[in-house]
């Protein structure tokens, strides 16, 4: 069932969910927040944007243009109407397409900053897969397989851009070697918790095309106090800018 929503702690921006498919999660939320946006920061890529979150809350950071891409067309369709809802369509586009076929059509070097929130987990004999659709493609690497995305972001992004993903913290290894085997050098960390005295479960990662070697992890990120309530630090993403 097809429903408009405030986007998750904004008020001022509106975004169209359905019920029936896989909602954004807080992950969307963490990378538009913690990816950096500079004034020189003139074209953003947001890879598998679902109903586009991301793009609505980098919209609320920067005036650059973002594109939003989504290989799902009714899933994109329906992030074109939140982005024409929130009165946004001259600086969010939003395209229905595979990603890896978007950038066989595009100049090399187009964007200063690629973010993605991509599909985490492997496809194997054991996987669970969910009889919709729209869920297993946004759980699972059926259409998106993670070195499928890095070897996007090498073609697409600008020297010494800026790529930032989110991704299950089990992953991290994997991430790093990819990071350095398509020359993207891992700049910025931070590993996110459920709560306190839990193991990290999320990890955010941002690297540099061609960037120079050097990497800071910077204060680890909880999510919920020990009353299960959202904690101040998370709180603090949430302030409408």
């Known amino acids: 069932m097809q429903q408009l929503n405030d986007l998750l702690g904004y008020s001022n921006r509106k975004i169209y969910q359905n019920s029936d498919w896989f909602a954004f999660s807080l992950d969307s939320v963490l990378l538009a927040n913690f990816v950096t946006l500079r004034p020189s920061t003139k074209k953003i890529l947001d890879i598998g944007t679902g109903t586009a979150p991301i793009p609505l809350i980098l919209s609320l950071r920067t005036k650059a243009k973002i594109v939003g891409i989504e290989i799902q067309k009714d899933v994109a369709s329906l992030?074109?109407?939140?982005?024409?809802?929130?009165?946004?369509?001259?600086?969010?586009?939003?395209?229905?397409?595979?990603?890896?076929?978007?950038?066989?059509?595009?100049?090399?070097?187009?964007?200063?900053?690629?973010?993605?929130?991509?599909?985490?987990?492997?496809?194997?004999?054991?996987?669970?897969?969910?009889?919709?659709?729209?869920?297993?493609?946004?759980r699972h690497e059926v259409s998106l397989q993670l070195e499928s995305i890095f070897g996007v972001v090498r073609k697409l992004l600008k020297n010494n851009g800026t790529f930032a993903l989110v991704h299950r913290t089990e992953r991290m290894?994997?991430?790093?070697?990819?990071?350095?085997?398509?020359?993207?050098?891992?700049?910025?960390?931070?590993?996110?918790?459920?709560?306190?005295?839990?193991?990290?479960?999320?990890?955010?990662?941002?690297?540099?095309?061609?960037?120079?070697?050097?990497?800071?992890?910077?204060?680890p990120l909880v999510i919920h106090d020990q009353n299960n309530n959202y904690s101040e630090q998370y709180q603090q993403f949430l302030k409408e800018e």
């Open 79 to 138: 992030a074109w109407q939140s982005v024409l809802e929130n009165k946004l369509e001259e600086q969010i586009n939003i395209i229905g397409e595979d990603v890896k076929e978007y950038a066989k059509t595009m100049e090399a070097d187009s964007f200063d900053v690629i973010v993605c929130n991509p599909p985490y987990f492997k496809i194997t004999s054991k996987n669970f897969h969910n009889q919709d659709i729209h869920k297993t493609l946004a």
């Open 173 to 219: 290894m994997e991430i790093l070697k990819l990071c350095r085997d398509y020359g993207l050098e891992p700049k910025k960390i931070q590993f996110v918790y459920p709560k306190v005295g839990t193991n990290s479960n999320i990890i955010l990662i941002e690297a540099a095309k061609h960037g120079k070697p050097g990497i800071k992890v910077v204060e």
